[in-house]
């Protein structure tokens, strides 16, 4: 997938905020450009009030890194900004300076379809300061809501009990890309296929489809649209039955299938769209049945989310696929992730690493500082805790790690367990070394991971905290840095 090519055929370079080039511009004026800093991206609180969050859009990023640069018409738009003054805002020799600026950074990243979890680094960016300030808006665009979309996706699954999610939502999705980007996220975290055609084409996801109410209303009858259906796709009989009255519908896709097996084809089931899903599945799974149909899906829609479903499994509802669409591709209980990107180390004049620490009033907004790894904890097979550290400081062969919002809390990993660090590299030097995995191994990477953490992160109410602390050492150095910091200011 080369979305820059194939879908935008344009530079994405401006796609930032004007605040990264002015202050690009403020680090080039005061010959700081090239000074190697370290920036991590990260959340703060997995969204839904859930336990886990999904990693997604790794690929996205690989593609705006791959084609970063600014083209003629980008500069040639920057040279026509003004300040306050009505003077140009950036100087010629900046906009030369951008034209010929090549991505060169180090980048490593979470592979996408991770469990993830608060304060972890999902990215982490080093590189000349100017190039890496650059990337924060794209970078979070791209993270925040794919990442979003596929644990709302995969929650989803979960609620079904193992049985097909398909996403429906692009037609209320948030304009072209989000509706792109949606049907992505959305199978990676565990749907089954997508009604975004131009989706399956760019990522290779699987297409389905049935047809809409106006179909049946373009009929004098409803027997006659889904007859004149059949007729016409007779290996796509999937009959939405609630235009006029909803089990009379299911009475006539019985009709129609049984002819479909005269013919040699099977109705491959109904839809509901509307009404008590609850009750009118369980009527209509006895039609079906007694009529010999006991292989056809009840597939349902109307506005689901996890919790509608779940509700709907409690009510013994009689439905087996699961059609989703606006309240997952628009997020609608949570709008934004609300992933952040701060820096955490710069070099200065003497080349060792001068460390940062953002402060606030709020314990969880305080950044951690280092050049930042995460590693992951086995126990037989599952998962046990994630600790966060710094890669510059050497580990126990027993590292114990602390919880930075309590640091009375704290966890020792005995040195035989088996772990593995999340962060793997994807750029060197500008240059690609990662080689992205296709969509359907990412897919079943979400579910192999769910599968190796303790149900309780995913519950959907008041879900198991998952332990991630920050080793020892580094949690140490933060609190000391903290009270300097809060010392000088």
């Not at 055609?197 to 409803?222: C, N, Q, R, Y």
């Not at 997020?331 to 940062?356: E, R």
């Amino acid at each position: 997938m080369k979305l820059t090519q194939d879908l935008y055929r344009t530079s994405l370079s401006l796609l930032t905020d004007l605040y990264q080039l002015t202050m690009a511009y403020g680090y080039w004026k005061a010959g700081k450009a090239d000074r190697e800093a370290v920036f991590h991206l990260f959340f703060r609180k997995n969204p839904f009030q859930g336990g886990f969050t999904i990693a997604c859009g790794l690929e996205y990023v690989i593609d705006y890194l791959n084609n970063f640069s600014f083209q003629a018409e980008d500069i040639a738009y920057l040279a026509s900004l003004k300040g306050n003054d009505n003077k140009p805002l950036f100087e010629v020799d900046f906009l030369e300076y951008l034209q010929n600026l090549r991505f060169s950074c180090d980048v490593w990243a979470i592979p996408e379809g991770t469990v993830v979890f608060p304060h972890e680094p999902l990215l982490r960016v080093q590189g000349s300061i100017l190039q890496c300030q650059l990337l924060e808006t794209a970078l979070l665009n791209i993270i925040n809501y794919q990442s979003l979309v596929a644990t709302k996706a995969a929650r989803m699954v979960i609620a079904t009990k193992g049985e097909q999610v398909l996403e429906f939502g692009l037609r209320r999705a948030q304009g072209i890309d989000g509706g792109l980007a949606a049907s992505r996220a959305a199978y990676i975290g565990g749907c089954s296929a997508t009604s975004n055609v131009l989706a399956g084409k760019l990522f290779g996801i699987p297409v389905k489809g049935t047809h809409a109410h106006s179909w049946v209303m373009s009929f004098d009858t409803e027997l006659e649209a889904f007859e004149t259906y059949a007729h016409h796709l007779p290996n796509n009989c999937v009959f939405l039955v609630d235009t006029y009255d909803t089990l009379q519908g299911v009475r006539h896709a019985v009709k129609i299938g049984k002819k479909l097996r005269e013919k040699g084809y099977e109705m491959v089931g109904i839809r509901l769209d509307s009404g008590d899903l609850a009750y009118l599945s369980i009527e209509a799974r006895k039609i079906l049945d007694e009529a010999g149909f006991t292989k056809a899906s009840i597939v349902a829609s109307n506005d689901l989310d996890e919790n509608i479903i779940s509700s709907l499994k409690e009510q013994k509802a009689q439905i087996n696929v699961w059609g989703v669409g606006t309240k997952l591709v628009t997020s609608y209980d949570q709008p934004a992730l609300g992933g952040v990107y701060k820096i955490s180390a710069v070099k200065n004049d003497k080349n060792t690493w001068d460390y940062k620490v953002k402060l606030s009033e709020q314990a969880v907004k305080v950044s951690n500082p280092g050049i930042l790894q995460v590693r992951r904890f086995q126990k037989e097979n599952e998962f046990i805790g994630d600790m966060i550290y710094n890669v510059e400081f050497a580990l126990a062969q027993e590292p114990t790690m602390v919880d930075p919002i309590d640091i009375t809390r704290s966890k020792t990993f005995e040195a035989q367990l088996p772990s593995h660090d999340l962060l793997v590299p994807i750029f060197q030097g500008g240059e690609c070394i990662y080689q992205t995995p296709d969509i359907e191994a990412i897919r079943q990477r979400t579910q192999t991971q769910l599968q190796m953490f303790h149900a309780g992160i995913k519950r959907f109410v008041n879900p198991h905290s998952y332990p991630v602390g920050l080793e020892e050492k580094l949690n140490q150095f933060k609190l000391d840095l903290i009270k300097k910091l809060r010392k000088q200011k």
